[in-house]
């Protein structure tokens, strides 16, 4: 089973950028796309994007598109999620999960992930 460990998170001004990094290691990584969600206090988790195992194709959320960028490198285990343009309503704990299809596309539900990581605080000041 695969562990996810995500890093990068923290306190930034409205208009500030944040790189997020996602860790997987005990697992195969390469072979399953991933996907970043988050869940902000009082409101269900919510899909943010998900990238391809290949990292050939990425997908957003509407709320997200334009602003924030997925990318992967499967040398380094990592998934990263690069947050420019911050927005006050972009406070949540981000998590990263992987999806359960070998060699599959990303997700949109939670349902179609198997590992997650413990989330990372991501407070946007305003």
């Known amino acids: 089973q695969v562990q996810l460990v995500e890093s990068g998170g923290g306190l930034v001004q409205a208009g500030g950028s944040l790189r997020l990094s996602c860790a997987a290691s005990?697992?195969?990584?390469?072979?399953?796309?991933m996907g970043w969600f988050r869940q902000a206090p009082g409101k269900e988790r919510e899909f943010v994007g998900g990238?391809?195992?290949?990292?050939?194709?990425?997908y957003y959320a509407d709320s997200v598109k334009g602003r924030f960028t997925i990318s992967r490198d499967n040398a380094k285990n990592t998934v990263y999620l690069q947050m420019n343009s911050l927005k006050s309503e972009d406070t949540a704990v981000y998590y990263c999960?992987?999806?359960?299809?070998?060699?599959?596309?990303?997700?949109?539900?939670?349902?179609?992930?198997?590992?997650w990581g413990q989330g990372t605080q991501v407070t946007v000041s305003s």
């Open positions: 005990g697992g195969t990584f390469s072979s399953y796309g």
């Open positions: 990238i391809t195992w290949s990292g050939g194709s990425t």
């Open positions: 999960a992987q999806a359960t299809d070998l060699f599959g596309n990303y997700g949109l539900t939670e349902e179609k992930y198997g590992a």
